[in-house]
Nanobody, 120 residues
Framework: QVQLVESGGGLVQPGGSLRLSCAAS????????ILWYRQAPGKQRDMVAT????????NYADSVKGRFNISRDNAKNTVYLQMNSLKPEDTAVYYC?????????????WGQGTQVTVSS
């Protein structure tokens, strides 16, 4: 059974930090790129950060560059999103997605999300 389970969300004050985790099971994690998305109430789901399957390349949305860091531990089947200098506009549900493209087919698995609230 394929599972992606996010954790680490919560309430934090502006300027604070959180580390989100995304734990995977049921598929060959090391073959998949991992993407973090977030969705604020009434808004579309936007990509926040990505990391390639071997961890050699990362990419960030402009809004989080310099504040967020994505990393992965393939031995633990886990991806992390370190979020620093948090702002109220970072408030959203954060989701991780595992993605692999094989020939013409896309394989995508989503987690259930974890709430991050930045507020004083």
């Amino acid at each position: 059974q394929v599972q992606l389970v996010e954790s680490g969300g919560g309430l934090v004050q502006p300027g604070g930090s959180l580390r989100l985790s995304c734990a995977a099971s049921g598929f060959t994690f090391s073959l998949y790129d991992i993407l973090w998305y977030r969705q604020a109430p009434g808004k579309q789901r936007d990509m926040v950060a990505t990391i390639t399957s071997a961890g050699g390349s990362t990419n960030y949305a402009d809004s989080v560059k310099g504040r967020f860091n994505i990393s992965r531990d393939n031995a633990k089947n886990t991806v992390y999103l370190q979020m620093n200098s948090l702002k109220p506009e970072d408030t959203a549900v954060y989701y991780c997605k595992a993605h692999r493209r094989l020939l013409t087919l896309n394989y995508d698995y989503w987690g259930q999300g974890t709430q991050v609230t930045v507020s004083s």
